[in-house]
């Protein structure tokens, strides 16, 4: 009779923590989800405002706010399938798929080669001003915008991605995706970013910083305006030199895997190696284009680098940002 009791107790036991387990997991999920993506966070936000006008209304007997709000809530459920439905497909058809070979399982040569093929191509692309946009897979998977480019499945090079980028190519438009170390596709196309933005950046630079809010991916940014370039990595846009590039990536491969041994300090300071001798860029000046009041708001999404280096005065007036815009897509 102990002992059954004590099996019975077991069960129990081992019940409640799959259960507490399971649901554990479903939320970390959920909310990894919510974080990675700006347009999650404005639904949660917007949820939890009406959750809170229902709660005074109940509160305070206020019935006809009350049953409005209970309304939105029990049919909201309906509508944020019907908004996410792309990502709960996309959700849904990740499950069971098997992980993809991420940055961080790359070894240290290869980590090391990687970055010096992506410095050496940046460099080059930036001193012919051939426009670009590389984009390094992370943690998130980048399989859904993979979708929407031609795959490739290729070494990473300073040849190939000159010859991609190569205006007379067909590919030229729109992103590389870089998995591991291997080039996964060209001419994806990423969701652009709806913030507010200086106008001097294009199309281009709102889709470095349009996946760098709904991914934990970074985007090195070629301009072929002006041959600058910049990083887009969590909703911000930094230029960049060629010392500050190899630190960007060796930073972003370190985070991942304690096998770089660069320490961030050491590598911002350290002298340039021999893929650092011709610097892309001098760090330009940064532009702000917004008075100072609205610069307190922006600071919170700080689209500009180099806080102290105004951004250079570069506009491009004269250029038809829509013509080149990936029509295509
Ligand atoms: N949503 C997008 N996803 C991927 N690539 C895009 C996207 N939008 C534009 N591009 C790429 O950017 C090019 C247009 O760049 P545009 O000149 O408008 O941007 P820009 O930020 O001003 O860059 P640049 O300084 O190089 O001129 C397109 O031809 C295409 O290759």
């Not at 010859?163 to 729109?174: A, K, Q, V, Y």
Request: contains cysteine; charged residues 20%.
């Amino acid at each position: 009779m102990l002992n059954y009791l004590t099996l019975s107790n077991l069960i129990a036991v081992l019940k409640i923590v799959l259960d507490v387990g399971v649901v554990s997991i479903i939320i970390y999920y959920c909310l990894k989800i919510v974080k990675n993506n700006s347009r999650t966070i404005q639904l949660v936000k917007g949820i939890l405002f009406v959750l809170l006008i229902n709660w005074i209304a109940q509160t305070l007997g206020l019935r006809t706010i009350a049953f409005i709000t209970t309304q939105v809530l029990n049919w909201g459920v309906l509508v944020i399938f019907i908004i996410f439905q792309p990502e709960v497909r996309s959700l849904l058809e990740k499950l069971g798929k098997t992980t993809f070979t991420s940055i961080s399982s790359l070894n240290q040569s290869e980590k090391e080669r990687l970055i010096d093929e992506l410095v050496r191509s940046t460099n080059d692309l930036a001193n012919s001003k051939t426009g670009a946009l590389i984009c390094l897979e992370q943690t998130n998977s980048l399989d859904d915008y993979i979708a929407t480019g031609t795959a490739l499945d290729a070494d990473v090079s300073d040849e190939l991605l000159g010859t991609i980028f190569w205006e007379g190519t067909p590919l030229h438009d729109g992103a590389v995706i870089i998995r591991g170390n291997r080039i996964a596709c060209a001419s994806a196309f990423f969701p652009p970013t709806t913030r507010e933005f200086p106008r001097q950046y294009g199309a281009r630079h709102r889709a470095a910083v349009g996946i760098s809010e709904v991914t934990d991916s970074i985007t090195i940014v070629v301009s072929e305006e002006t041959g600058n370039v910049s990083i887009a990595k969590e909703g911000v846009l930094t230029q960049v030199n060629a010392v500050n590039l190899r630190a960007t990536l060796v930073r972003a491969l370190q985070a991942s895997d304690p096998v770089v041994s660069t320490t961030t300090s050491e590598t911002q300071q350290a002298p340039a190696s021999p893929t650092q001798d011709v610097p892309i860029k001098e760090v330009k000046p940064l532009i702000k284009k917004r008075s100072r009041k609205k610069d307190a708001k922006i600071e919170a999404e700080a689209i500009v680098v180099q806080p102290s280096t105004p951004l250079k005065e570069n506009t491009k007036e004269g250029k038809a940002k829509g013509g080149k815009t990936n029509a295509k897509k």
